[in-house]
């Protein structure tokens, strides 16, 4: 059987190599290295995950007791963490950790200027198209594909025109009848809602389709009130909101979702330089938060493939169960937002450089990543299946422990004698540290099965012995090793062994 051990597994080999040997663990990275481990990678894994993902409250249907609504999904308690834990890092590897860029919150809703300056109200189209037999709906562009042809490098017009060509053969996947698709045409991919209780006097506005706008009309705000000078970033976490034709895919394509924008400002001239800094950046921070090198790839996109705004863009993708797809967009935006503003607005959004004496319009170098596809990465790329078809088959999420959602399980052996409070003494002290669970119903192993799902790196077992001697079952959920440890040492060693 292949080894398919995710990079995470490594960083926590050797975390564990070094700190478990320093407190008497002896040579644990040789017994990870025995244990065969699968990551299967067909489509099937996908619905695994998703099933997983019900069963244990990362990810729920939206609005599940009225029947569901389409596409939309509500996190569950571990989903939430295991969000929280991207992007907290994502922030602090983008903003607290480096001098040259600042943070922002704009508005969900701005003014609708703001979408006719950055071009979404004249372009931010999809081409769509109906069966006229069962009134589905989908994009043009995706049944192409389904049929082999490459529509990303397509202008409208040549989609429009392969599409013809092929509209007599072309099945509906709902009705299965063939050549009942009506000609694509554009559909606006923004929600728009009204502002205003007075009939009459209300102003039709749209949700964000992305971040990045909040921060551009926020330029000169930050140049003017905090010391900032270029080159610098200004970051944004937030929803964004696109009504999308055809969502799939779980929560790749969803209508409502976050994203983590960076918009960086730097000199005409320097973007390119900036562009690969981005590139490189990017892709180096999902390698350290655990994604498998063979499952990211830079896919620089053909000219005609960029939206308006752009000079150059690429893609890290990842590879999906389904394929490969676009975790994170790198785009060199040009001067074309802020100058944009300048010419809707009426307002100057020069920047003064001091160095060169110079007033330029920046150029912007922008990375956006999505977090809900982040996070799908993240489950796709440590879900593991152990032994599978024997009977101690276990499923592990086997990630990166700063990710894991609960740091660690703590059990009592049995529901009397003292245990439930010795384990208790436990949760209160190492909660302060980081999140852990409390668990007593069950077998050990059932408790052990279920934290494993969880990607929990840390069990703590809680027996008769611990009364005596104040010692606890530590146990790995990589090896299913276990060792005892003395309980005084526990908040330093599971901090260090989490944490570096
Ligand atoms: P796609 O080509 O997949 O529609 P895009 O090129 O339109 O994506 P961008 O506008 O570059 O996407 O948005 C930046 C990031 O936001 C994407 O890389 C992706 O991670 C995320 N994203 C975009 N649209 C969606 C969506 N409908 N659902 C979930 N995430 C999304």
Known sequence: MKSLRPESINHFKITLAWALTFNGYGPVAEEIEKKPKKTPRDADTLKDIVALTKRRGFVFPGSEIYGGLSNTFDYGPYGVELMRNLRNLWWKSFVLERDDVVGLDSSIILHPKVWEASGHVGSFNDPLIDCKNCKSRF?????????????????????????????????????GNKGTFTEPRQFNLMFSTKTG????????VYLRPE?????FINFKNITDTCRVKIPFGVAQVGKSFRNEIVARQFVFRTREFEQLELEFFCAPGSQKEWFEHWCAFCMNWLYSIGLKKENLRLRQHDPEERSHYSENTADIEY???????????????????LTQHVKVSKKNLEYFDSETNTKYIPYVVEPSLGLNRLTLAVLCDSYLVEKEGTPEQRIVLGMNPKLSPVKVGIF???KKDGLPELAMEIHRKLSKLFPVEYDVSGSIGKRYYRQDELGTPFCITVDYDSLKDRTVTVRLRDTTEQKREKIDSLPEILNRLIFS
């Open 139 to 175: 994009r043009a562009d995706h049944i192409l594909e389904e049929t082999g042809v490459d529509t990303k490098k397509l202008t409208l017009e040549s989609l429009v025109e392969a599409f013809r060509a092929r509209q007599e053969t072309l099945q509906c996947s709902v009705c």
């Open 197 to 204: 209780s007075v009939s009459g006097s209300d102003l039709e």
């Open 211 to 215: 971040t990045a706008q909040g921060i």
């Open 319 to 337: 590879k999906f169960p389904f394929g490969w797809g676009e975790l994170w967009g790198i785009a060199s935006r040009t001067d074309y937002d």
């Open 412 to 414: 009592p052996l049995q």
